[in-house]
């Protein structure tokens, strides 16, 4: 992304540069406290010459273009929280299943099962419910 215009969102546009270009260089891999499976380098432009054929979409159009990816971004974290939520409700009814099926047939374990059930569902399904 670049500025290619304007000053504002309008101005912004989305350039490929491909890897070799004149003028285009990469500073050292940045050292990170965290996220480290992500390399993290300063991407340097020095004279670099882009042909117009490397514009994605239209000239002026970048900001929309981010913002659909990060729309896009927003909505994949959402399925991710509601995975999560869908998993601990499964996990909850499985757990008191289990217990109850334990109680009914007088098993060994019945008490610790119908407590750790007790314990699981009660926590994960409040924090469901507050997500």
Not at 80 to 88: D, G, H, I, V, Y
Not at 92 to 98: A, E, F
């Amino acid at each position: 992304m670049c500025r290619t215009g304007e000053p504002g969102a309008k101005g912004i546009s989305v350039l490929v540069v491909e890897k070799g270009s004149p003028g285009l260089s990469f500073g050292q891999k940045e050292k990170k406290i965290g996220w480290n499976s992500q390399p993290t380098r300063q991407v340097m432009f020095e004279d670099c010459v882009v042909p117009v054929e490397n514009v994605v979409g239209q000239l002026g159009f970048g900001f929309k273009i981010a913002m659909r990816g990060l729309n896009g971004g927003r909505i994949n974290y959402l399925q991710f929280r509601l995975a999560e939520m869908a998993t601990k409700l499964v996990v909850s009814r499985n757990m008191v299943r289990t217990a109850a099926r334990a109680l009914d047939e007088n098993w060994p374990e019945r008490v610790i099962l119908c407590s750790m059930a007790k314990l699981f569902a009660t926590d994960e399904c409040s924090k469901v419910g507050f997500m």
